[in-house]
């Protein structure tokens, strides 16, 4: 197997031309049609770096060395789980709240699924589901349980940062005060699982062992940066915010509306 090979596969493709035509299509000229404002340039540019960004984690050869090494897969599952799902939120006209959750059932439904909790749940145990190491190795094994677990990745990160970034009136983001201990907890799975990979000792997925790495690492070293990679990244990220949120809070005391 070439490590280095791009992954042109048609389903992958075809399903990331759909989601594009479908996105500019709904942004676009059905925006018009029912009558709500169309996507900005900014939000389309936002969609389409993400766009890029899903290209660079599925399409180029970091899915397939994903394959060989853990530390590989773990940066890109934190490209689609952080930029990708921050950019996709932020892609999304504040409009279209009146079109989608005009109906007083969905609106109070997407409430309790968009709520802090819910999302801290739904997103973590997707995170945890699929870093029970049976799951993982599976995922590694099997193309189309892997494409299962970059979508639901993907979805459990975009519920996840939408109390932080949401654009939508009808589901607004939390307060900055609410969002401060949101993020802090948010943080603690990420930095627990990243430390049990670098300190376990032992290879914690046997889907790594006895596959051959380019650049020589073992399956454990791999393992630990692995680890440290989710640690610093997948961990720290949620207190880099939190500092931004909590200065920018602040230096408005009057205003616990603005994030």
Do not use: K
């Not at 969609?47 to 399409?59: D, N, T």
């Not at 940066?75 to 939120?89: D, E």
């Not at 690492?217 to 961990?235: K, N, P, R, S």
């Amino acid at each position: 197997m070439n490590v280095y090979a791009w992954n042109f596969d048609p389903g992958l493709i075809a399903g990331l031309t759909l989601l594009t035509v479908l996105y500019l299509l709904i942004t676009g000229p059905l925006a018009v049609r029912w009558g709500v404002t169309p996507a900005t340039v900014i939000e389309r540019n936002r969609f389409l770096l993400a766009l890029v960004l899903m290209i660079v984690a599925l399409v180029s050869p970091i899915d397939t060395l994903s394959l060989v090494s853990l530390s590989m897969h773990m940066v890109q599952h934190l490209i689609l789980m952080i930029p990708v799902a921050i950019l996709l939120i932020g892609s999304i006209p504040a409009s279209f709240g009146s079109v989608l959750l005009r109906n007083n059932s969905v609106l109070a439904l997407a409430q309790t699924i968009f709520s802090p909790v819910a999302v801290f749940l739904i997103s973590n145990a997707i995170l945890i589901g699929w870093h029970v190491p049976a799951n993982y190795d599976l995922a590694v094994r099997d193309q189309n349980v892997h494409v299962l677990e970059h979508v639901m990745f993907t979805v459990g990160a975009f519920l996840s940062w939408w109390p932080v970034y949401s654009q939508l009136p009808q589901l607004p983001r939390s307060t900055p005060g609410a969002l401060m201990i949101y993020l802090f907890f948010m943080s603690i799975p990420p930095t627990i699982i990243g430390a049990l990979l670098t300190f376990a000792g032992f290879v914690v997925y046997p889907a790594y062992e006895g596959v051959s790495r380019p650049w020589g690492m073992t399956a454990q070293a791999d393992q630990e940066l692995a680890g440290l990679i989710m640690w610093l990244f997948g961990g720290l990220i949620y207190f880099a915010i939190l500092t931004v949120i909590f200065f920018r809070w602040f230096n408005r005391p009057g205003d616990d509306s603005s994030v």
